[in-house]
């Protein structure tokens, strides 16, 4: 019995922790570029790519492939952009986006934030993918913590308000 209960509470903790940032999360909206559709094993989906996932390489601190990485917001109009990366998480400090360093090349940090996958059903993420041929926005929320979830993903630039 005691193995069926820590079975669910490991998997109910799970479920908070991916759900947390869409519970409390501040929404906002970036741009966006698809850049894959399909993947033979989990399906259909849109891949995005964002204007925030290269950063220029912070100063005085030396970067790896595989560490944290925390990316300042600025809004700017309807949209947010990057405003500053860091490698220790802010105290305190307004919107940020905690990702993962990718690879460190050209000058540049690669990073993945966990938003770059969008799943839909097949005729969904084809549609998808005609529409945002010239770029799209992803609504985003993200948690006091940093971790981001996609709420959507729209075609457009994103100049209407949010």
Known sequence: ??????????????FVYSQYPLWVGTEVRLAT???????LFRGQYVRLN???SRQPLPEMELPRAGDPVFVRLQRDGALW????????????????????????SGGELHIRYGIEAWFAAPEEALRLERELAEGGVARVRIAPDGRAALVAVEAGGGESAP
């Open 1 to 14: 019995m005691a193995a069926v209960l820590l079975q669910l509470a490991v998997l109910g903790g799970l």
């Open 33 to 39: 570029v698809p850049v894959d559709p399909r993947d």
């Open 81 to 104: 952009r990057a405003d500053g990366v860091r490698l220790r998480e802010p105290d305190g400090e307004r919107l940020y986006l905690r990702g993962t360093i990718e690879r460190v």
């Open 50 to 52: 964002y204007a925030l």
